[in-house]
Structures are given as structure tokens and as C-alpha cells.
């Protein structure tokens, strides 16, 4: 078995749209499938077989107000809309690109989508099959950014983003019985993160203590998990796929240059994967 893990990173979730529009275009499918954050809707598009679908999110529909602005933020508290990105504008059965629910059930594949509860600050993992026709919750609960959104609620609990509590979830892989994990990363493999932007956030949650912890100690996770992978990647069981450069692009930037460029060097570095499984 094959897995795959698309680690999301908000707009530079571009470069795992150009991954995965290789793999399709290649016709390379995955046996287990493992989303966390915008990286849990590029794999819907994959596993739905929606060629092209992605792209349209990151440099197109993100510039518009309605999908995250300040004013949004000033008026709500939620900087991302999740409700108009992954619900009835744009990805519900009458929305402008909705996804086909339908084909992505009849892939026959396994899906796990990761979200942290944000009571417990503990990794929550919603299987595909929790989702419903135009109730894409899991996907809203693994995208909600802390401290530019609330939690988001679904299904009785509060939720943030996976990257949190499980950033890059190889383990959920091999814990499916793959033998082999391709990781798609949204930094340079040589980056390591840093523990100072997130202890700031991490002040903004006092409402929400574990999640601040998690938030906390995400850098340290996040590079141990690096560590681990990379190290899966020397004995021939895992491949990680990541950009040498992302011309210091940052979870919510807007730049349609940056962000198209990201997805073409995405693309070309997803011939990786063929040579790989």
C-alpha cells in the first residue's frame, strides 16, 4: 500500500494542487490518504478525480473579499470564511466549482482528514465517510486557523487546524499498513520551524488553553516529524516532495504570481513520485 500526506500551509497549499494535477495527468493514484488543513481539499479534488480544481481556489476565488479579508475579520472575528470557501458559494452541489461528493465516495480510496480539538488540543481524525453531500465539515475544522478564526463547530466539537496537534501525520500512514508514504510538503525539506511566531499566536488563545499549548509546542513537533520522515526517506519508505524555494510566501499571501509559480514547481517536482511507487 501507498500513502500520501498533504501537509496544507493556507495559499501555499498551491505547490499539493500541482502534485496532484501530475498525478493525474499521470494517472498515479494513492491507496490511503491523509489531509491535513488546505491539504485535506487538495486531496478531495484528487480523490474526486477534479483535475484543475484546486487551482482555482488558490488564484482566483482567494482574492475575493468574501473569502478572507479584514473587513471579514472586523466584522466576524474570522479572517477566512470558511462557510463561503468550502460551503455553498463556491463548493456545495450549487456552488461556482463544487465538488463531485459522489466520485470521491466511488474512488474506493481511504481518506483521513486532520483536525485539533481545540478543548483538548488533542489531533481529531474525521474519515472521509463522516462527511456528507454539501456538509464538508471535517475539511472546515482542519482549515480553521487560530487566532484569525474561531473554532469551528461540527458534529458536537470545536475544532482548528491539524497542523497544530499532527503536522505532518506519517504515522497514520504506516498505522493503515502502507509500506511506502509519499509526503508532500509545502516548504523546503531543509526548513525547520521556528518557535517564536507561535508562542505569539499561542497568547492570542486564552480561551482555549490546550489548543495554546499545542500552538506552543507545534514547532518542536512539527521538526521532530521532519526528522522522522526524512529518515523513513533513507531507508526507500518514504518521499518527500517539497519546493527548493517559495519565494517567501506565507500562509496567507496573496500574490497570484507566487502562488501560480508554486503550483508549476509542484508540478514538475511530482515526477519524483512516478519513479517512486
Request: hydrophobic share 35%; net charge negative; glycine share 10%.
Amino acid at each position: 500500500m501507498t500513502g500520501v500526506i498533504d501537509v496544507g500551509g493556507g495559499m501555499r497549499g498551491s505547490y499539493g494542487a500541482g502534485v496532484f494535477d501530475w498525478c493525474m495527468d499521470n494517472q498515479i493514484s494513492f491507496d490511503h490518504h491523509v489531509g491535513v488543513s488546505a491539504g485535506s481539499a487538495n486531496l478531495c479534488s484528487l480523490l474526486a478525480g477534479q483535475r484543475g480544481r484546486n487551482l482555482y481556489f488558490y488564484a482566483d476565488y482567494s482574492f475575493r473579499p468574501e473569502y478572507m479579508s479584514l473587513k471579514h475579520f472586523l466584522q466576524t472575528g474570522d479572517y477566512l470564511d470558511l462557510e463561503y470557501i468550502y460551503g455553498g458559494a463556491l463548493t456545495n452541489s450549487g456552488g461556482e466549482y463544487p465538488l463531485d461528493f459522489e466520485a470521491m465516495l466511488a474512488s474506493g480510496k481511504t481518506f483521513e482528514i486532520v483536525a485539533t480539538d481545540a478543548l483538548t488540543g488533542l489531533p481529531h481524525y474525521f474519515e472521509m465517510r463522516e462527511m456528507q453531500q454539501d456538509d464538508y465539515g471535517a475539511i472546515k475544522a482542519s482549515s480553521c486557523v487560530p487566532a484569525v478564526n474561531h473554532p469551528y463547530a461540527w458534529k458536537g466539537g470545536l475544532y482548528y487546524d491539524g497542523g497544530l496537534s499532527d503536522p505532518i501525520p506519517y504515522k497514520r500512514c504506516l498505522d493503515a499498513g502502507c509500506d511506502k508514504v509519499v509526503v508532500v510538503l509545502t516548504r523546503p525539506r531543509d526548513y525547520f520551524r521556528e518557535p517564536a511566531k507561535d508562542e505569539r499566536m499561542a497568547k492570542l488563545q486564552y480561551k482555549y488553553p490546550n489548543a495554546a499549548k499545542a500552538l506552543t509546542f507545534r514547532s518542536r513537533l512539527y521538526n521532530d516529524q521532519l526528522k522522522d520522515v526524512a529518515e523513513l526517506e533513507r531507508q526507500g519508505r518514504a518521499l518527500i516532495v517539497a519546493p527548493d524555494d517559495i519565494s517567501g510566501m506565507k500562509t496567507l499571501t496573496k500574490d497570484k504570481d507566487a502562488i501560480v509559480a508554486l503550483y508549476q514547481k509542484g508540478y514538475r517536482d511530482a515526477e519524483a513520485i512516478g519513479n517512486f511507487i
